[in-house]
């Protein structure tokens, strides 16, 4: 008898071990898992078919590991599905284009017409060999994001864009791309859209931008994965949920942990946080504004009250009764 239940919990313990491992390995392979295939797959037709669909497949990969490595501090966010479909079409699909529209124009005409030359463009290989640029790309596109993003939290107007992403109550695929479509361009398109100006190499942007959206993506992730010693290099799910903590950690002023994709940033600019208790990462709590700020799921309000263009629809509003007359 105690034989069988000997044997039942050394397999329970195994499968526990086998569990454990396998939420430290996950992350490192699908990192390649999804890098290799944006970069294989690069230029193939079926981004005319089902435009984005690498990272329409990647959400969804995303959220069958938040099934299997479920996390206990996990909350529903399925009050808030449909702003949260919004988002991601807009800053999917409309967010990128409208931006590029306004934004190209004054990057390639503003030089020539006030200096009357071409300020940003490079003949190919002027920038440096191949190696060189993939190198420059991540570094200073990190670095750009790593500071817009600091900058967003501590100016008061980007802060009214920036905040509906830090209303989220848990981080999850779905909401990755939960973000006023400015702040979203500010720190995600503006940067790309400057790179291929200036006249970088096409296929070292390939290489450098799929690596640095991959993790991006990834830091989204609610599952109970472990970043284990890539904490400290790349903004992990582990990471990057102390920035969406209620509780900011003290002497961190706004936030900590600005990075998008890398984590060495926050670390040289000392706004690193991860604590540890007995060998292990832990977590925060709460997740959720740090003033208390409910989610918003209406998406028209967080699309124009940062404008104060928001004014609900009387339709359904009901006119107080007028007071009775005293006696
Ligand atoms: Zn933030
Ligand atoms: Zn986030």
Avoid at 17 to 29: A, C, D, E, G
Avoid at 47 to 68: S, T, V, Y
Avoid at 170 to 191: C, E, K
Wanted: proline fraction near 6%; aromatic fraction near 14%; charge should be positive.
């Amino acid at each position: 008898m105690s034989t069988s239940i000997d044997i039942m919990s050394a397999n329970r313990t195994s499968a526990r071990t086998i569990f454990y491992v396998s939420s430290l390995l996950i992350l490192p392979v699908l990192y390649v898992f999804f890098y290799v295939l944006k970069v294989s797959t690069n230029g193939y037709a079926i981004e005319h078919w089902l435009p984005k669909w690498d990272r329409l497949l990647l959400i969804f990969a995303i959220i069958l590991l938040e099934r299997i490595y479920t996390y206990k501090h996990s909350v529903s966010q399925r009050a808030v599905l449909g702003r949260d479909i919004i988002s991601n079409l807009v800053n999917l699909y409309v967010t990128g284009p409208a931006t590029a529209m306004i934004v190209l124009p004054i990057l390639v005409l503003g030089p020539e017409h006030i200096l009357g030359r071409k300020l940003v463009f490079a003949a190919p290989g002027q920038l440096g060999p191949f190696w060189l640029q993939v190198v420059l790309i991540l570094f200073s596109v990190s670095f750009f994001r790593y500071w817009m993003h600091r900058f967003q939290h501590s100016n008061a107007f980007l802060w009214d864009l920036h905040s509906y992403h830090h209303r989220v109550t848990d981080l999850q695929a779905i909401n990755g791309l939960v973000s006023h479509p400015v702040d979203y361009a500010l720190r995600n398109v503006v940067v790309f859209l400057i790179l291929g100006v200036i006249g970088f190499d096409p296929f070292a942007i390939l290489l450098a931008v799929s690596a640095m959206n991959v993790i991006g993506v990834f830091s989204h992730c609610s599952a109970d994965v472990k970043g284990g010693f890539l904490n400290y290099l790349f903004v992990t799910p582990e990471v990057h949920r102390w920035h969406h903590t209620v509780d900011v950690p003290e002497g961190y002023g706004y936030s900590c942990n600005y990075g998008v994709e890398f984590s060495f940033w926050d670390l040289m600019f000392r706004t690193y946080y991860l604590p540890k208790k007995d060998g292990q990462f832990v977590m925060p709590e709460r997740i959720g504004h740090p003033s208390g700020l409910p989610d918003e799921r209406n998406y028209l309000k967080l699309l124009l009250a940062p404008f104060g263009l928001y004014r609900p629809l009387p339709w359904f509003r009901r006119i107080p009764e007028r007071p009775q007359p005293a006696e």
